[in-house]
DNA sequence: ATTATTACTTGCATTTTACAAGTGAAAACA
DNA sequence: TGTTTTCACTTGTAAAATGCAAGTAATAAT
């Protein structure tokens, strides 16, 4: 697979790269869940198909977004963990994340709120943050 | 065309209705080149077919991400403005311009930036300026 | 030795996207 | 005033991406 970009412009390129409705999940339950093997990313609540889980690990591991290694004393469970190429994601999901709590309120039921709430107050202690209790899991 | 949203999940919402690869560079197109019609969108590097564009405006509208309405004067050009909730993915795609600087930099080839750097060094400010212009054209 | 789990792949139907051409009304021009 | 552009789309069709169900192969557990 390799990829292709539209123009030269930074946010056509990242579009080129995230800008569908599955990487982006995979990425927040990295991010947010911890989660780390195929097992996990498919039994997130959007029920991503099989194919298109595989798929898009594939693509976000060539892109260096992801990296992909082995259970220590398991031959058959894979992790995946993010690069900092793909934890610097996640200021745009946090961004998304409070556009939809400012915006989608009436159709959103979740408990994400008082987390929205801490990154508005301080994002970049929120992000700094978050990094580092990602170092310690 | 009817929204369907795969779960409450904010991230998740927020994808479904801007997660392609289209609808961010119309908005794009408006916030920082000020683009205002149908032709204009139309004449953007990334060349995005007619009909495409066609059905991404109607959804924006439906979304009440966009607005339209009629040029004073003339009776065959049509105006789309962003509404608030448009002009509130600002700091996402500021937050997307961001990491493609810090990460695609070797594929980029572009002024911006300078832009990415005032952005990176106040943010807030960044984008209250941003949309304090907006009111002036 | 058998069953269950994990990480996929394959085949096919449906949906979305891309490309090219066409349409209709308003505006500009001769 | 008649003709040509311009503008904002729509339509048809091929290609690509997605979604769904089932299957496979290796490892791990029983």
Known sequence: MEQKFRSTCPISSALDIIGDKWSLLIIRDMLFSGKKTYGEFGKSSEKIATNILSNRLTKLEELEII??????GNKKTN?????QKGKELLPILMEIAQWSDHNLNDHLQDGAKPFVN???SDKDGFVKGMYAMMEKR
Chains 1, 2 share one sequence.
């Open 67 to 72: 990296s992909k290694g082995k259970m220590e």
């Open 79 to 83: 992790i995946y963990s993010l690069t």
């Open 118 to 120: 801490r990154f508005k």
